[in-house]
């Protein structure tokens, strides 16, 4: 457990990413969101716990109806290394064959997990199926995966903040920054 303010505060290194920033994407893709799906049924579906920052604000930029879905994924972690290993922890409830499918993702690192969970989604024959992913680390790829929208690539950092966390703290911080490891 992380009870120490000043142990929390001397993790985060520095801001790569900040909170202006990621609103100035938010509104782009929400338009964007907005226009493409406009007249269609939409489920915008959020990988969690990472992605629900991101979504929470990404939505109020997307100004059509469109409905919520929830799925959880574990690939994680022994500290800031990947175990290789996904699972599905929570699934969705919804039939995704009546709509078109938008999956929220915090980042993508190796690839596993979206591949995963695309693949999976896929056989459900949704009307279409897109992903958005709020940070691309391309240089970490393990198997091929592509967003069709990245809001920002990443160098190969361990980063914080926005959802994103490390061992579960962090995840409320505004903006995203680099993760002291003190190695
Ligand atoms: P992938 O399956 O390797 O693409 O990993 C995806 C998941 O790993 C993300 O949803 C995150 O939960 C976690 N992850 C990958 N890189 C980072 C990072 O830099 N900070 C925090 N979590 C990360
Ligand atoms: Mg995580």
Known sequence: ?????????????NVLIRKDEIDKKLA???ALITREYEGKPLLVVSILKGAFVFLADLERHID????????AAQSYYEGTDSSGEVTI????????SRYHVLIAEDIIDTGRTLKKIVEMLKERSPL?????TLLDKPSRRQVG???DYTLFTIPDKFVIGYGLDCAEYFRNLPYIAEYDTKE
Do not use: C, H, N, W
């Not at 059509?64 to 799925?71: A, N, Q, R, S, V």
């Not at 922890?89 to 995704?96: A, E, K, V």
């Not at 279409?128 to 958005?132: A, D, E, R, Y």
């Open 1 to 13: 457990m992380l009870t120490d303010i000043q142990e929390y505060k001397s993790r985060i290194k």
């Open 28 to 30: 782009e893709y929400g």
């Open 64 to 71: 059509i109806p469109f409905e919520t879905g929830f799925m």
């Open 89 to 96: 922890t929570y699934d969705l409830t919804q039939d995704i």
């Open 128 to 132: 279409s199926l897109k992903v958005i």
């Open 145 to 147: 995966f592509e967003a």
